[in-house]
């Protein structure tokens, strides 16, 4: 389990993994994909819709299973484990940012990033102060109390980042995480990305916009349920 | 997920929409309502009922030969012997008693001694055959004159009390002068006359004459029924030891009429009023436990979103159906915590209107807010289910 923490070990090893949906017709949303992501890569997935790049992602958030091949988080076969394991794995070591930032409306901004711990068994005491220096690292120390309807649509999603990051993950799962931000607010959450990145955050960013694929560090390819490294 | 936080989180949950969780609550604060106050209002009235409980009827006991329904030999013996009176009078419990009997049914009554043609003063009156102390078993009162005596009674004189409404019929109203009634052409000394007896209202327009008189000059064979006068709550005990006094050797052929025990009529009219309300509050139960049922699902349509994410930072499929049993189960206590302070508030609230001590059992107020948590959770089961069946990836996909 700690096997993580070594440097050596890539976080994500995706070997001849395919995910397909039984049809009629059957669906191969992913198929033969080989794939690893080491500690510290920023890596983009981009591709069209339809191309398999959200069902890799799912995958690799341990939402779903594949149907074939290995995937290895931080080392251990994540085939073997159980949906209560899975879903441990997914607090403790996958951070989720969404494009629809999935904030409880009802909740103030510090309570939705303590929500990210409410499952993994961190101390209420330890919760929020881990969530005030989350939202301090993406320049949201000063709303702690708000509440998440008097946000701006680039300041949500920093709060749904900060959530991301709270936990310690060894992966930032991203996806399209611009795609409901007008371009300048886009561009901020991509520069945060590369402050998280330089910091030695590994990130995935799924999408289908080009420009934001190019901002990452490797570019990888998706067509047709394959991918392809391109830079 | 340790409990604090799934407790904060469900409240979180259904405090997010305030006006939703009155509503989705108010099924279960009627339906509480109704039934503790229905309960309260029962048992209130009850103690009502048993405190006013008609301390007449609960202190008479009859006494008569148990009729042998279809035996082949009728015309039974009457059972009951002449000196049933001191013998009932010897029991612990009794205060008077007295035997009864009718004599002659409708003889001609007449105060004056000739045949008047005309039929002035005639009259047709039951002639009533008693022991001396009936009048005071039936707590009857002497209106002028005087009860005949057990010395009337052992020599058989021809004495007669009149009832009240006889004596007015036969104008007479005193008896200073010693006057004479006729029955048929036997002539009887009036001694007094009698009224307000609770029971066997008959004597009021008969002539009635001493036991043994009866037996002389009517031919009775004995006495028909014992009527006795108990002391508060020794009916039941009287009436299970006069047929043994009364026929040490057969006390199976008299039967002995108590009234009901104060606890029987109690627990009587408890069922008879909650029969009724229980019905309506266990209605208004289930309406309350298909609303939470229907809010809370449709609750979980709603946050499907939510439900996704908090599966992605590692919540179970039972910490989301756990979460959502809770909020239910909250909301049912929710509704029976209120429901049963509006039920309490009822009741004392009738109680005061009637002056009534309200009456209420301490479990039934812990119990049904209880009992509210137990509808809630019960309510929230299939939804709680669907909710930890939502697929995080569809959820996810879903724009928030």
Redesign the interface.
């Known amino acids: 389990m700690e096997a993580g923490t070594d440097g050596s070990v890539p976080v994500v090893e995706l070997t001849e993994v395919s995910r397909s949906f039984p049809g009629p017709p059957a669906v191969h949303a992913v198929r033969d994909v080989d794939l690893v992501i080491r500690r510290g890569d920023y890596v983009s997935i981009a591709g069209p819709s339809g191309s398999g790049k959200s069902t890799l992602l799912h995958v690799m958030g341990l939402l779903d299973r594949p149907t074939a091949g290995t995937y290895r988080l931080d080392g251990v076969d994540t085939q073997a484990m159980s949906e209560r394991e899975r879903a441990g794995w997914r607090g403790r070591r996958i951070g989720f940012v969404f494009q629809a930032f999935h904030l409880l409306g009802a909740r103030s901004v510090a309570e939705n990033v303590e929500l990210a711990m409410v499952y993994t068994g961190v101390t209420r005491r330890r919760r929020a102060e881990r969530a005030l220096a989350a939202l301090d690292r993406v320049g949201l120390g000063h709303r702690v109390a708000f509440s998440p309807a008097t946000l701006s649509g680039g300041e949500r999603q920093r709060v749904a980042i900060a959530r991301a990051l709270v936990g310690g993950p060894s992966l930032l799962l991203a996806d399209e995480p611009t795609g409901n931000l007008d371009s300048a607010t886009a561009a901020a959450i991509l520069d945060l990305f590369d402050d998280l990145h330089r910091d030695g955050l590994t990130l995935a960013v799924v999408t289908h916009d080009e420009a934001v694929s190019r901002r990452a560090q490797r570019r990888v390819r998706t067509v047709d349920g394959s991918v392809r490294e391109v830079a | 997920?340790t409990r604090r936080?799934l407790l904060d989180?469900a409240l979180?949950g259904i405090?997010?929409?305030p006006a939703r969780l009155a509503l989705t609550a108010l099924g279960t604060v009627l339906g509480v309502a109704a039934l503790v106050a229905t309960l309260g209002l029962a048992q209130t009235a009850a103690a009502q009922v048993a405190g006013r409980f008609d301390a007449v009827a609960a202190t008479h006991v009859v006494v008569e030969p148990r009729t042998t329904g279809g035996s082949g030999t009728d015309a039974a013996p009457a059972s009951l012997p002449w000196d049933a009176e001191p013998r009932l009078d010897r029991l612990n419990g009794v205060v008077a008693s007295g035997t009864y009997a009718l004599a002659t049914d409708g003889a001609a009554v007449t105060t004056v001694p000739v045949a008047d043609p005309s039929g002035a003063s005639r009259l047709d009156l039951a002639v009533a055959a008693a022991s001396p102390g009936l009048i005071d078993a039936l707590r009857g009162r002497v209106v002028t004159g005087r009860l005949f005596d057990a010395g009337h009674d052992q020599r058989a004189d021809p004495v007669a009390l009149l009832g009240e409404r006889a004596a007015d019929r036969l104008h007479l109203n005193r008896v200073t002068g010693q006057p004479t009634v006729f029955v048929g052409d036997i002539e009887l000394t009036v001694i007094g006359i009698v009224g307000g007896v609770s029971h066997h209202l008959d004597l009021l327009d008969a002539v009635i004459v001493p036991n043994h008189t009866a037996e002389r000059l009517f031919g009775l064979p004995g006495p028909a029924e014992v009527q006795i006068r108990t002391s508060l709550g020794a009916a039941q005990l009287v009436g299970r030891q006069a047929p043994i006094a009364l026929a040490p050797n057969e006390p199976e052929t008299l039967q002995a009429r108590v009234p009901p025990s104060a606890a029987g009529v109690q627990a009587r009219v408890e069922a008879d009023v909650n029969a009724l309300f229980l019905v309506l509050g266990g209605v208004a139960l289930l309406v309350g436990a298909l609303g939470i049922a229907n809010v809370t699902l449709l609750s979980v349509l709603e946050r499907v979103?939510?439900i996704?994410?908090?599966?992605?930072?590692?919540?179970?499929?039972?910490?989301v159906a756990a979460q959502f049993l809770v909020e239910s189960s909250a909301v049912g206590l929710l509704g029976g915590l209120v429901g049963t302070a509006a039920g309490l508030v009822l009741t004392v609230a009738v109680s005061a209107a009637r002056d009534w001590t309200p009456v209420l059992d301490l479990r039934l107020a812990a119990g049904a807010p209880l009992l509210g948590a137990v509808i809630g959770l019960a309510a929230g089961t299939y939804p709680a289910w669907r909710a930890s069946a939502v697929h995080?990836?569809d959820a996810?996909?879903?724009?928030?």
Do not use: N, S
């Open positions: 997920m936080d989180e979180a405090t997010a929409r979103a939510e996704g994410l908090r599966r992605a930072v590692g919540a179970t499929r039972g910490d995080p990836i996810l996909r879903r724009a928030g």
